[in-house]
């Protein structure tokens, strides 16, 4: 346990405390659900967490089993973080969590990120709905890529796995992306203005749009936005 104190309690609950329960470490699990990621992805995307912080959560994630550190081949030496099958168990548990967490105050002055944005929409997906919103989809914002593709499975979100030839594709930034999921503004009207470009089939950009806009359970302020999970 790296020298961190146990509740020292058999019940299931507190052994799974004695592995996420820290500060940030959930946190470091949400923002890896969609796929692997650099120390500094994961530092940009943690507003208020310092390095030292995040590398022992890191550190201690690996340890447990959570986490895994792993090396890209040459010439790069750049190292990426990423969720072991049981941390991948979790997104389940974050995704009530979050809903439970929707209900309380939204803290003041704080910019969601765009992976929970997307977390989200797979977490409010109705998998009634594959048949119709069946599809593979690429959303690109600013320098990040992530492929949708609703199915059987019914939903998948990767981040950085662009699809050779996707249905359909929204290009976009951030801020843009933002406003869309709070509902200060719709695709079509950033279309308009010049801030997205939508790309594919008439049906298939149809799909899309539903897919990113439709009404969500969470009635808070961003998506309709408190930011969950």
Known sequence: MSGRRSYGDPCGLARGLDVIGERWALLVVRDLLLGPKRFNDLLGGLPGVSPNVLSQRLRELAENGVVRRRALGPPTRVHLYELTEWGHELEPILFRLGRWGSRAPSPPGGTIGIDPLLLNVKADFDPARSADLRGLYELRIDADTYTIQ?????????????????????????????AVCAGRTTIDDAVRSGAARLDGGDDARRRLVELLTAPSGNNTPERNGAGRP
Not at 167 to 174: G, P
């Open 150 to 178: 609703v199915g059987d499975d019914p939903i998948r979100i990767d981040r950085r796995h662009p699809s050779e030839r996707p249905d359909a594709a929204l290009t976009t930034d951030a801020d843009t992306f933002r």
